[in-house]
């Protein structure tokens, strides 16, 4: 066994030898460790910071995922907004479309805004190239929030410290219209969020749909549609390129651009977006040259606005419409928030003309007191409504041009005249050729009695009814309408659809048949029409079709149903010979050149029936008048009732009732009248003073229109007699020598008109016998033949007089009677006291309180019946 060494050793060889390994140890392999040791801890620090870098980037691009990871959760737990689900129907404004489809106005959705839903695909290329440039190049390309925009804009913000452009893309700016956010960070995320969502529920095309729709373009304005359509009139499709970048401009700032303040910030951003346009190869060089040079030109204003009266009167069922489509269909349509399209029956063209034409109306007459009118036109054929102008301006605040004088109820004056003569023809016998007396004529009423007088202030004697109409002679008409009695007439006014005459026919009485009573514009409009059209009435129809059921969104508007192509069947009201003979009375020029002259405002280059009326006071003027396809009456006057400054209908309305024609004469040309039906109709030959049959002593004849079997029934004239003159003297020849005796025709008069044969100047027969002669056997000299008749003329029977207890002076009346000539001396018999008259038979009675009873009475003829009257 080996000893081991002893401490001795250690200072010796092996001391040396250990000390020797130590230094070996430490000069030798422990440097190298420390060496190798060192160079390890330089690659492990590098080691370190390589990971440090590594974790760095991981951490950068965790920080640069999380706000995306952030808004993809949030984008998954925000709700598609129910705007854009397929249930919600979207709020879009009402559109009022004239019968061909043009727009009149828009009437605003319920959140205030004009709105129309524009289906993708009806939009036209140019205002969806104009909007990607404008807004969103990259489009089709980002998943609803652009990275490179938000990355550009915040550089530009860093770079000029201030917001050079934005970052919203098109999806982005449609989540902002559909859910409104306050612009801080939080807001900004939510709408990014809400981009995202609708990318993902959403096409591209579905989003553009959307966006071009619930965007503003304007202030008010929702939509490119409803701006299209205010700012340059037309749809969005046909605008030009310039047009469509202006309006691809607005959403940017809708009210900074608003053109109606202005074209100059708008012209300046049009610019620039067709500058962005060529930049992205969305437009060619020479395409944006001409948009450049293209002016903006907005559409006239008050576009959009058509026809207001007539909208609002069908939106308030104030025409009674009976028309498919109606009212009730059109109020339907609008409710519960509804979108609708509603397509009247009216001409957008006509309706401009005639509105710019009342108000030149108004302009001319401004100085005779004239401060509104109205005009409406129909179509004979269905009723419809062609144009409408319920004033000459809405916006006239002085004129009340808010008030609607289609509907007003005005007096119509003399316009009711051809009705109550057509209900006498076919109740009383009468004819075109009827002789109806134009004298002094006193009528009772309930507060006295009423002596109407014509608008010339003179009494024309007999007249036939074609001149008493075509002339408007009041008094013949007031005769008539007392011989048919107020209920009567009254009664048919109504079947005719004036029935705003509710009122019991006695208190408007025999001056009926001069407009006293009040009818609204529309309604006489439609009486004549009725006319037109040979006796049958249709109701008005102003509504062509309605419609308004739900539909998704971004669905197109379910097209409006178009009218039936059938004419409605009408109710038979007038006899059609006898309207037949109305209508050519109102189309005979030459019977009216009496009152109205040649070149009046009623003569056209084209067959027209016309009328015109002058209400009480001049505070109302109409003209009415048809061709056979359209009717046109006008109204003018004032809306608080001031009479105007002596206009009448012919110089008033008549005017414009002229223009009104034209113009719808421009719409549909005119035609003759059809002829009279030979079968109903027969045109003879009749006596220009009495309408009968004529004579030999008839020295005036004329033709005229007659029903077959009135016709037929015409008897002789009994107005014209031939008389042998002792021509040395004038008088009755009697047994008076050949040679001295001539036969002459002389006009013969009854007790109604004989006073105003004789004030005129009348060829009436001599009384006396020639002294120069005797008499023969049999002469009618002397008393008149047997069958004629006095009568009492003043006061008629049933008058009530009241006396005046504040007057003192003496109050009376002057009784009048009506004596046949031939007769020399009559006598009035009042209350059984006989009173001796002779020409001009009249007496002044002071007014006694008490009943009365008075006839006339005279020799060699039949006394008159008695009448009665009070005085209280």
């Known amino acids: ?74 984008a ?82 860093a770079a000029e410290r201030r917001v050079v452009s934005g970052a919203s893309t098109i999806t982005q700016q449609l989540a902002r219209a559909l859910v409104p956010r306050p612009r801080t960070l939080r807001g900004k995320l939510g709408e990014m969020a809400l981009a995202l969502r609708i990318e993902a529920s959403l096409s591209k095309r579905e989003i553009l749909e959307q966006y071009l729709n619930r ?66 190869g969305l437009a060619g060089e020479g395409e944006v040259a001409r948009a450049r040079a293209e002016p903006i030109a907005l559409a006239p204003k008050g576009s959009g606005l058509g026809a207001p009266h007539l909208v609002r009167a069908v939106l308030g069922g104030a025409l009674g419409d009976g028309g498919p489509g109606g009212p009730d269909a059109a109020r339907d349509a609008l409710g519960h928030g509804r979108a609708s399209a509603i397509t009247l029956t009216i001409d957008r063209g006509l309706q401009r003309e005639i509105e710019v034409l009342a108000q030149r109306t108004v302009r001319a007459l401004a100085d005779r007191d004239v401060s509104a009118a109205a005009v409406v036109v129909l179509e004979n054929a269905t009723g419809d409504v062609l144009a409408y102008v319920g004033s000459h301006d ?27 003569y057509e209900l006498a023809m076919e109740q009383l016998g009468f004819t075109a050729a009827t002789a109806l007396p134009d004298v002094e004529l006193s009528f009772p009423t309930e507060d006295g009695s009423y002596a109407p007088r014509n608008y010339d202030g003179r009494f024309h004697g007999p007249v036939r009814l074609r001149d008493a109409l075509a002339s408007s002679y009041n008094v013949p008409a007031v005769w008539t309408a007392a011989a048919l009695g107020p209920d009567r007439v009254v009664a048919r006014l109504r079947e005719l659809g004036l029935r705003s005459l509710d009122r019991e026919p006695s208190r408007y009485g025999v001056a009926i048949a001069l407009g006293d009573g009040e009818v609204r514009l529309l309604d006489l409009a439609n009486a004549y029409a009725t006319l037109a059209r040979g006796g049958l009435y249709l109701p008005v129809r102003a509504v062509r079709a309605a419609a308004g059921a739900p539909r998704a969104a971004g669905a197109p508007a379910e097209p409006p149903a178009p009218a039936s192509p059938s004419a409605p069947r009408g109710a038979r009201v007038l006899d059609p010979a006898r309207a037949r003979v109305i209508v050519d009375i109102l189309a005979d020029d030459k019977a009216r050149i009496a009152s109205f002259g040649e070149g009046s405002a009623l003569d056209l280059p084209f067959p027209v029936a016309a009328k015109t009326g002058t209400s009480k006071g001049y505070r109302d003027n109409v003209a009415v008048g048809f061709t056979p396809d359209v009717t046109v009456a006008v109204w003018v ?32 040309p005119p035609r003759p009248f059809e002829p009279p039906d030979p079968e109903l109709l027969a045109e003879v030959e009749v006596c220009a003073l009495s309408g009968m049959r004529p004579v030999e002593a008839c020295p005036h004849r004329r033709r005229e229109l007659l029903p077959r079997d009135e016709a037929a029934a015409l008897v002789s004239c009994d107005m014209h007699e031939v008389v042998r003159i002792d021509r040395r003297n004038g008088l009755r020849a009697g047994a008076c020598p050949a040679g001295v005796v001539e036969e002459r025709s002389f006009e013969r008069y009854g007790a109604e008109l004989a006073a105003w044969a004789r004030a005129a100047g009348r060829p009436l027969a001599p009384e006396e016998l020639s002294p120069l002669c005797g008499a ?97």
Do not use: C
């Open 1 to 74: 066994m080996r000893t081991p060494p002893s401490p001795g050793a250690d200072r010796g060889a092996g001391g040396l030898l250990a000390r020797a390994r130590a230094r070996l140890s430490h000069r030798g392999a422990g440097g190298l460790l420390a060496r190798v040791r060192a160079r390890l801890s330089r690659g492990a620090a590098s080691v370190t910071r390589a990971a440090a870098a590594r974790r760095a980037v991981k951490l950068a691009l965790a920080a640069a995922a999380a706000p995306w990871l952030l808004l993809a959760v949030l």
């Open 76 to 157: 998954a737990l925000t709700p598609l907004p129910p705007a854009l689900q397929a249930a919600e129907e979207p709020a879009v404004s009402t559109v009022i479309l004239d019968r061909h489809g043009a727009v009149l106005r828009e009437l605003r959705a319920g959140d205030g805004a004009r709105a129309r839903w524009l289906p993708l695909d009806e939009a036209g290329d140019r205002i969806q190239r104009a909007l990607l440039a404008a807004e969103d190049r990259r489009f089709a390309r980002h998943p609803g929030v652009d990275p490179l925009a938000i990355a550009r804009a915040l550089g530009q913000l």
């Open 215 to 280: 965007v503003a373009f304007g202030p008010g304005l929702r939509g490119v549609e409803a701006a299209s359509r205010f700012y340059f009139d037309k749809p969005t499709a046909d605008l030009s390129l310039a047009e469509a970048a202006a309006l691809a401009s607005m959403p940017r700032g809708p009210a900074l651009y608003d053109p109606r303040r202005g074209t100059g910030p708008l012209e300046r951003r049009r610019n620039r977006v067709l500058d962005r346009m060529l930049a992205a």
């Open 394 to 420: 809405i916006e006239d605040a002085a004129g009340l041009g808010h008030n609607d004088g289609v509907l007003a109820l005005r007096q119509p004056g003399s316009a009711l005249k051809p009705f109550v």
């Open 637 to 668: 006057g004032n809306f608080d009732g001031a009479p105007m400054g002596g206009v009448s209908g012919i110089t008033g309305a008549g005017p414009l009732f002229r223009d009104a024609m034209l113009a719808a004469a421009r719409l549909r």
């Open 776 to 872: 023969l056997p049999g002469d009618p000299a002397g008393p008149p033949r047997g069958g004629a008749r006095v009568r009492v003329a003043y006061p008629p029977d049933g008058a009530r007089f009241v006396l005046d207890p504040s007057v003192n002076s003496l109050q009376a009346i002057r009784l009048r009677a009506d004596v046949p000539p031939g007769v020399g001396r009559a006598r009035l018999v009042l209350d059984g006291r006989a009173i001796e008259l002779g020409p001009p038979y009249t007496f002044d009675w002071p007014l006694a309180a008490g009943a009365h009873r008075l006839r006339v009475e005279a020799d060699g003829v039949a006394p008159s019946e008695e009448i009665v009257f009070s005085v209280e």
